[in-house]
T-cell receptor
Framework: NAGVMQNPRHLVRRRGQEARLRCSPMKGHSHVYWYRQLPEEGLKFMVYLQKENIIDESGMPKERFSAEFPKEGPSILRIQQVVRGDSAAYFC?????????????FGPGTRLTVL | AQKITQTQPGMFVQEKEAVTLDCTYDTSDPSYGLFWYKQPSSGEMIFLIYQGSYDQQNATEGRYSLNFQKARKSANLVISASQLGDSAMYFCAMRENGGYQKVTFGTGTKLQVIP
């Protein structure tokens, strides 16, 4: 049973380009969360999605960032016109969304470097 | 106000000794969950242990135990018989059940195990 998969593992972009980060949740999981970890810091919640719905995007910057979780395929975190401050590790986590489920399973992260 | 506070940026422990990593939290939600994650230098987030706010007993998982003191709002992680492979960043985290399973992380403690 494969865990949460994220690709690419490392992504380098120049300022002004777009970054697309993909997350495939664990099999049977319908809830996806994106977190950002800046260097030397803890993880910060960005957005929580269920299939075709954004449930909570209170941690997402208002501009340039968007997320989707389509009916088919992985969840995508999209960053337009990247700036150096976007350099960070972006983690995706998934859960089955069942009442009483205690754990979010994390992917290995995508490390974004903006030159 | 910080929801999760980890006051120890770095800790050292001798191999085979026990170590306690501190975590305090702040919430007005009567129902919540507390987590500890390990992040080795390779970067992945590894789930260690979970404590629910209504759990009567402290959680244990192998060499990990959670010292849950509800009145003090503390959830310290105890690692017994430290091993060199325990050297990593450790993050305390909380999910408030009114918050769509969004998890809030502390800033982490870097543990180094000395041979």
């Amino acid at each position: 049973n494969a865990g949460v998969m994220q690709n690419p593992r490392h992504l380098v972009r120049r300022r002004g380009q777009e970054a697309r980060l993909r997350c495939s949740p664990m099999k049977g999981h319908s809830h996806v969360y994106w977190y950002r970890q800046l260097p030397e810091e803890g993880l910060k919640f960005m957005v929580y999605l269920q299939k075709e719905n954004i449930i909570d995007e209170s941690g997402m910057p208002k501009e340039r960032f968007s997320a989707e979780f389509p009916k088919e395929g992985p969840s995508i975190l999209r960053i337009q016109q990247v700036v150096r401050g976007d350099s960070a590790a972006y983690f995706c986590a998934s859960s089955p969304g069942l009442a009483g489920s205690n754990e979010q399973f994390f992917g290995p992260g995508t490390r974004l470097t903006v030159l | 106000a910080q929801k999760i506070t980890q006051t120890q940026p770095g800790m050292f422990v001798q191999e085979k000794e026990a170590v306690t990593l501190d975590c305090t939290y702040d919430t007005s939600d009567p129902s919540y969950g507390l987590f500890w994650y390990k992040q080795p230098s390779s970067g992945e987030m590894i789930f260690l242990i979970y404590q629910g706010s209504y759990d009567q007993q402290n959680a244990t998982e192998g060499r990990y135990s959670l010292n849950f003191q509800k009145a003090r709002k503390s959830a310290n992680l105890v690692i017994s018989a430290s091993q060199l492979g325990d050297s990593a960043m450790y993050f305390c985290a909380m999910r408030e059940n009114g918050g769509y399973q969004k998890v809030t992380f502390g800033t982490g403690t870097k543990l180094q195990v000395i041979p």
